[in-house]
């Protein structure tokens, strides 16, 4: 699994880091999200299945390889 951070659409909201911190940060200048981890370990993917559900602005993905 592969997870994609559409940059210009993230309203800073911090749900992402709430839902998955191993996986998402926030910018500290703007709150930008910041992808940590573009390959989540299978433990993980509960959170960043939850981080895409919840995000705002839609800009989160997560691709199936």
Do not use: T
Request: with cysteine.
């Amino acid at each position: 699994m592969r997870v994609e951070l559409d940059e210009p659409k993230c309203v800073a909201a911090g749900q992402c880091v709430m839902a998955s911190p191993e996986v998402f940060d926030q910018r500290d200048d703007d709150g930008v999200a910041i992808l940590l981890e573009e390959h989540p370990d299978e433990s993980l993917l509960d959170g960043v299945r939850e981080a895409v559900a919840i995000c705002p602005a839609a800009a989160l993905r997560l691709v199936e390889q």
